[in-house]
């Protein structure tokens, strides 16, 4: 299938050619060349199975309302824009388009959420959360860690929960879920060796959407992959 890969940053370029490994036709565009979405017509789109967004929060609001307007389909690893992630499910059911969305597309963070749900079962601990990122990431806390967060305020609401943040060189990721009492401290750890596994899982993703309507966060369907 034909993708368009918006961002040529370090983790779009990965994906690009992660995909074209997988036998995809790739095209891709840098934020300098899509200013406010402009290069996201119906001509440009035409024959794009699905678009792959790795660019900026601000940038990724107005792809994704540009590429669902059109009835397109759209993978956003971009995180940071989720005060808005409501309104763009709705416009992607109204126009019959396809969003897939998540705050990590690596498969071993998928696993990490499922055992954080699991962790935060038990009472009696403290929670915290630790991430590391490299110096150029945007946001922080990443959208990893409160995605981690809010999987232990589910279970536990009245919980507090620190977040520390540290951005470092060139870190590819790390993300550490420790729950403490007074007589043991349980840790859960996910390190990335590489940004190939959220190239990766964003491929697998814009595979599984092509074709599909709808609305999904990939920690719904990433099982299905």
Do not use: C
């Not at 409160?146 to 279970?155: F, M, R, S, Y």
């Not at 060189?169 to 403490?180: L, R």
Request: aromatic share 6%.
């Amino acid at each position: 299938m034909l993708i368009l890969v918006l961002g040529r940053g370090k983790t779009g370029s990965l994906v690009a050619e992660v995909a074209r490994e997988r036998g995809h036709s790739v095209r891709t565009l840098d934020i300098d060349e899509n200013r406010n979405a402009a290069a996201l017509t119906a001509p440009n789109l035409a024959g794009v199975d699905v678009v792959i967004d790795f660019t900026a929060p601000e940038a990724a609001v107005e792809n994704i309302r540009a590429v669902l307007s059109l009835g397109g389909r759209i993978v956003v690893g971009t995180t940071g824009w989720y005060a808005q992630v409501n309104d763009l499910k709705a416009l992607a059911i109204k126009r019959s388009g396809g969003l897939l969305y998540g705050t990590n597309f690596s498969i071993g963070v998928q696993k990490l959420f499922r055992l954080t749900a699991e962790l935060a079962q038990i009472e009696g601990y403290t929670f915290s959360i630790d991430e590391t990122h490299h110096t150029s990431k945007l946001d922080a806390p990443s959208g990893t860690a409160l995605t981690l967060k809010e999987i232990i305020q589910a279970a536990q609401p009245n919980a507090t929960i620190e977040v520390t943040s540290h951005r470092i060189g060139d870190a590819k990721g790390e993300h550490i879920v420790k729950a403490a009492s007074e007589h043991d401290v349980l840790e859960l750890r996910h390190d990335a060796n590489s940004r190939r596994g959220f190239a990766l899982g964003a491929v697998r993703g814009a595979e599984w959407l092509a074709g599909k309507s709808g609305a999904w966060e990939f920690r719904e369907i990433f099982a299905q992959l």
